[in-house]
């Protein structure tokens, strides 16, 4: 999976707790990108960062955030999570000109009861 | 104007057969558009990516027929065998360069 390792991949989690889940890059990619999937809606677009420290909101960002404070590591936190969060989440990373090859990791299954 | 709209939600073909899956765009100002590919467990991968400068592109049996008058591209899929079995995404760049909007996916089954 291109140098992507997400952690953890499975977790399941209560209602109201916080939950981070992190992407590891070794490819040196300066964008890095959160997605969720759901059946029915594609890949939605979370949060993506272009840069250390640098980061911007995508189309689903309510209730998540992110911090990037190293080109390796991308974190996306459930500040509390709800069970609308429920979701299979992809980090991806691209590089060079930008988003045109985007390269995924293998995924974060998450369950919020 | 944001959006990918893609049809078929899932897909039958029998092994030999042609799968065709079709999106569609609003923005004029897509100018990249990619196809990926997710196998169960996996995540996606591309597969075959097109510019409105052509109008098909072909890569084995895989070819992405663009109609930029109509603001349309499919995925075509030639001889399908089982091992094509997947979910197929298409997706066009969005406000900037580096952001992808994906469509909701197709779930393809080549049966044996």
């Known amino acids: 999976d291109a140098g992507i390792t997400q952690s953890p991949r499975h977790k399941v989690t209560e209602t109201g707790t916080p939950v981070t889940l992190r992407c590891h890059q070794t490819?040196?990619?300066?964008?890095m990108y959160w997605y969720r999937q759901d059946p029915g809606h594609g890949l939605r677009l979370i949060h993506y960062s272009y840069g250390v420290k640098d980061t911007d909101k995508g189309e689903v960002s309510d209730g998540y955030s992110v911090s990037r404070s190293k080109t390796e590591d991308f974190l996306l936190t459930l500040e509390s999570a709800t069970s609308s969060q429920t979701s299979v989440y992809f980090c991806?990373?691209?590089?060079?000109?930008?988003?045109?090859?985007?390269?995924f990791g293998a995924g974060t299954r998450l369950s919020v009861l | 104007q944001q959006q990918v709209k893609q049809s078929p939600q899932s897909l039958i073909v029998q092994k030999g057969g042609i799968s065709i899956i079709n999106c569609a765009y609003e923005n004029t100002a897509f100018d990249y558009f990619p196809w990926y590919q997710q196998f169960p467990g996996k995540g996606p991968a591309l597969l075959i990516a097109?510019?409105?400068?052509?109008s098909e592109k072909k890569e084995g049996r895989f070819t992405i027929s663009f109609n930029k008058s109509a603001k349309q591209f499919s995925l075509h899929i030639m001889d399908s065998q089982p091992g094509d079995s997947a979910t197929y995404f298409c997706?066009?760049?969005?406000?900037?360069?580096?952001?992808?909007?994906f469509g909701s996916g197709t779930r393809l089954l080549v049966r044996p």
């Open positions: 991806a990373i691209s590089g060079l000109a930008g988003g045109e090859i985007q390269y």
């Open positions: 097109i510019r409105p400068d052509v």
């Open positions: 490819e040196n990619h300066r964008y």
């Open positions: 997706a066009a760049n969005g406000d900037s360069s580096y952001k992808l909007i």
